[in-house]
Structure formats: structure tokens, C-alpha cells
């Protein structure tokens, strides 16, 4: 499978590149050169297989010519083992048509585990067939950050350096990142918000000379890997639903527009699908978008669902690439002037596809609350902020009743244990493995949202450099 990017003035690249690459040197983001087809017969084919044996089967023609294709499967099968669920990623029944799809059984407890677990594995299994080593960088609004510095701690032929908003993630999230004692892991607080890490990550990247020296990568959603196998756990729940029989719809709690466009990218393999509800908390510029067809930037607010306060939703970009008919110096053209100008305008037939396809909704904290405190006494099922706002956008958006309507619980409510003690007047308790993360030393250090300081605390760390020097 050959890759091309998003911005069309970069090399298509085979699926090991991609990875190892994260964003496309033009800028954009990696995207297959054609979707696999899903056809009926296949998704059919996977009924009753276990996830990590459809994960095999759904993320397989992705890798084709990788050198890791003849370890694929058992790659596959060894990221899900230490799932707490059997299920990896089971539903629960709400309502009588109304599903839960709980993606938070993974070590950090949130959806983040289940591409991060794979990824970790697939990169230390390309280094290794390659003998080379890669510094990662990333940014993160709590979650990412968790399950990557879980899933890469230790790993010798890698370097991970995570930057998170200072103080503008849960106690819980933090911890998470900042407790895990490992040489190769760096967490950095950045003085200022999730959209300045990761615009300072791609700064980082699109500096050629800084990303060649510490060879660069990236698992952000901005790497094609992490939606690849996010893709999964659309096309499992569907089947267990009764695709390709049964058409489904899916409610996504959304910030960077990865997890939903892992959900687009399902349906453009072949799966059956009704509209994928976009569920934003207070920092709403993609509700807005659907509703009028412009993106505008606003100040990001800090809210209950901190990893959802996003105004710059990097995935996006995938989506565009599709809407300008693969046009990428139209991407690139419209992406400059968004920055430049804070807003940019999609024509009305161009808006029509669009919302045939999806849907906004936004929800406020207060609203935050009540789905919480409503889900807790209609199903006794323990929501966080996060898997509330796709809940209520679920109930909001929902067309047909008869469309089973699968809502993403994108987090374990004992990451976020105020906002759910405000709700339901109880604290979720985090699992017995994780009891004394409140007692345990944290190691961060404080950075100004500067690109050259933060240049020179990575140069002076990297591996990769000291063994080039
Ligand atoms: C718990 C939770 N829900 C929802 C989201 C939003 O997902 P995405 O950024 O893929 O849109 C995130 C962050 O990614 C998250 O951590
Ligand atoms: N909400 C995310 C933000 C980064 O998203 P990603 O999917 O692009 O890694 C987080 O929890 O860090």
C-alpha cells in the first residue's frame, strides 16, 4: 500500500515510511492511495472473530509490503492481550437501540491505548528491522500523552518527548504521563494551550533540518498509524450490530478530529453507515462549521472534557483533502489562510456533502453534568465528561430509531473524578493498579510555548544526536 500526502508535494511513501515519517514533509498528512474495500462477504467474514483477529483482518491490506507484515498478526494479538476486558472494546446496551462502545479498558484507560498499544509494538518491530532509532514528539490535551508514555516507556530504539498544556489537564491525566520513571520519556508542561503544543510540534517538523537530525516522529493522530487502527474498533462494533445487514450510526466526542475520521475512513472502506455525529464540549468550532460552513478560530475555553478543548482539529485536514477532490494545493492554500486569517469558507454543494455525511452538536459543562448525573439514573452506567458530550449529541442527533446508534465512551470516568462527583456525588475509583498514582514522584519540567527553547531542551536530549555527534 503506497501513501500520498495531503498537500501533494511530498513523496508517496510505502506504509514503514509513513510511520516512521508521522507528517508528511510538504506539511500534510499521509493518506492511503486508495481505500481496501470492506465488501458485504468480507464484513461478513469477520462475525465471531476475536478483536485482535479482526484487527488483523481490517488493518492487513494497510501494511501490505511492510517489513513487518509476516510478524503482523502476532504484533496485533500481543498490543490486545493486556486489555482488561476480553472483549478489548466491548458494547453495553443503554437503551433499546442506544449502545455504549467502552474504548477505555486499555492500561491508560482511555480510547488512546487501543492504536497506542499497536503502535508501540509496530514502531520497536519497523526500528528493529531497519536498525535505526526515532525521536518522537508530541503534543497532547491529557490522554494521548498517558497512553503513549505507557506504551513507549523503555523502549531503547526510542526517545519520547510529550508536551501538555500547563495545567490545563486532569490531576489524573497528568500523573499518568509524569509518574512513569523512565530514561527515554520527557514530559514537558507548555505555559500555554493544547493548540500551541501541537502547533509547535509541527513546527518542529516542518523545520527539515532539526526533524532529519533526530529523525523525527511523530503518534499524534497526525500519524497515519493511530486512525489506521482506531478504524477497527468502528468496523467491530458494526459487525457485532449486524453489518453489513444493519446499518449503524455513531456518536464521536471530538477535538482533533482523529477518532471521527476513523469513523469516515470505515465507511469509505464499504461499512454501512449512517451519519457520524460530531459531539464538541464548549470549544465548538467544528459544531459551528456543520451548522454554517465556515471554520473560525475563537480562544480556547478550559472545560470538563479537557481533552476536547481544541479549536484546531489537525485531522481536519484528511477530510479537506477528500472535499477538494485530492486538490492538495488547494489544502494547502485554504490550511495558510486559515492561519493566517482565523476562518476559512467551504461553498454550499461542497457543505451538502458534508452534512450528508455528518453532523455537529456542542454541550456545555452544565449540560456535561446533567447527561452524566440523567445516564447514571436511567442505566446506572458511570459516563465521563467526555463519553457525555457524544452521549447527549447521540440523543440529539439521532434520525432513525430503528438505526442503532453507537456512542464512543472514549474515557474511564476515574480520569476525570471531580466532574463526575459533581454529577452524581460519587468519586470513581481508579482500578487497584493505579491506587497509588496520587502518592507517586512526578518528573516534568515547565516550558515556554517557544519554539527555539524548545528545540534546544530536545537537542540536548535526543539520543539519536548524541550518537550522531
Ligand atoms: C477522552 C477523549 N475523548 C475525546 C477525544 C477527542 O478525540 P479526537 O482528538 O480524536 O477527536 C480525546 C482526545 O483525543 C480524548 O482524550
Ligand atoms: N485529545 C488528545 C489530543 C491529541 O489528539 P491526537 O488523537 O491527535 O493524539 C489528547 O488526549 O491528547
Not at 11 to 18: C, R, T
Not at 233 to 247: C, H, M, N, T, W
Not at 428 to 457: I, M, S, Y
Request: aromatic share 8%; glycine share 8%.
Amino acid at each position: 500500500m503506497r501513501y500520498i500526502s495531503t498537500r501533494g508535494q511530498a513523496p508517496a511513501l510505502g506504509f514503514d515510511e509513513v510511520l516512521l515519517a508521522g507528517l508528511a514533509r510538504d506539511g500534510g498528512l499521509y493518506l492511503p492511495e486508495s481505500w481496501p474495500t470492506l465488501t458485504p462477504d468480507r464484513l461478513r467474514s469477520l462475525a465471531g472473530l476475536s478483536y485482535p483477529q479482526l484487527a488483523a483482518a481490517v488493518m492487513r491490506p494497510f501494511v501490505t509490503g511492510s517489513a513487518i507484515e509476516d510478524r503482523f498478526d502476532r504484533l496485533v494479538a500481543e498490543a490486545y492481550a493486556g486489555f482488561e476486558h476480553s472483549a478489548v472494546t466491548p458494547l453495553r446496551q443503554l437503551d433499546a437501540n442506544d449502545w455504549l462502545l467502552e474504548l477505555f479498558h486499555g492500561p491508560t484507560l482511555a480510547f488512546k491505548d487501543v492504536a497506542m498499544q499497536f503502535l508501540g509494538r509496530i514502531f520497536d518491530a519497523v526500528l528493529e528491522a531497519r536498525d535505526e532509532r526515532v525521536t518522537i514528539l508530541g503534543a497532547t490535551s491529557g490522554d494521548t500523552g498517558a497512553a503513549a508514555v505507557e506504551a513507549f516507556a523503555g523502549r531503547s530504539r526510542i526517545d519520547l518527548f510529550m508536551l501538555h498544556p500547563e495545567g490545563r489537564v486532569s490531576e489524573v491525566q497528568r500523573r499518568q504521563m509524569t509518574t512513569v520513571q523512565a530514561d527515554n520519556v520527557h514530559n514537558l508542561a507548555v505555559r500555554g494551550t493544547f493548540d500551541d503544543c501541537q502547533d509547535l510540534v509541527k513546527a518542529c517538523f516542518n523545520d527539515h533540518g532539526f526533524r532529519d537530525g533526530l529523525h523525527l516522529s511523530a503518534v499524534n493522530s497526525i500519524n497515519w498509524a493511530r486512525v489506521m487502527a482506531q478504524i477497527v474498533y468502528y468496523v467491530a462494533s458494526a459487525v457485532a450490530l449486524g453489518a453489513p445487514e444493519r446499518r449503524v450510526a455513531f456518536a464521536v466526542p471530538t477535538g482533533n478530529f482523529g477518532n471521527v475520521f476513523a469513523g469516515h475512513a470505515a465507511r469509505c472502506m464499504g461499512l454501512p453507515m449512517e451519519r457520524l455525529v460530531v459531539a464538541s464540549n464548549s470549544n465548538d468550532i467544528l459544531a459551528r462549521f456543520f451548522e454554517r460552513g465556515e471554520m473560525a478560530i475563537e480562544s480556547v475555553v478550559p472545560t470538563l472534557s479537557p481533552s476536547m478543548d481544541i479549536q484546531v482539529s489537525s485531522n481536519f485536514e484528511r477530510l479537506l483533502f477528500e472535499l477538494l477532490d485530492g486538490q492538495g494545493a488547494a489544502v494547502a492554500e485554504t490550511l495558510t489562510s486559515f492561519r493566517r486569517e482565523g476562518r476559512f469558507a467551504l461553498p454550499d454543494a461542497v457543505m451538502e456533502q458534508v452534512r450528508a455525511g455528518f453532523d455537529g452538536y456542542r454541550l456545555d459543562d452544565e449540560g456535561t453534568v446533567a447527561e452524566i448525573a440523567r445516564c447514571y439514573q436511567t442505566c446506572g452506567a458511570v459516563l465521563d465528561p467526555h463519553s457525555a458530550v457524544g452521549l447527549a449529541a447521540a440523543r440529539a442527533r439521532r434520525d432513525d430509531p430503528a438505526v442503532p446508534m453507537i456512542t464512543l465512551a472514549t474515557a474511564h470516568p476515574a480520569k476525570f473524578p471531580d466532574a463526575v462527583e459533581r454529577a452524581i456525588g460519587q468519586r470513581p475509583a481508579l482500578p487497584p493498579r493505579l491506587a497509588d498514582l496520587h502518592e507517586r514522584p512526578e518528573c516534568l519540567t515547565v516550558v515556554p510555548a517557544d519554539e527555539t527553547q524548545l528545540k534546544a531542551f530536545i537537542g540536548a536530549r535526543a539520543r539519536v544526536q548524541t550518537e550522531a555527534a
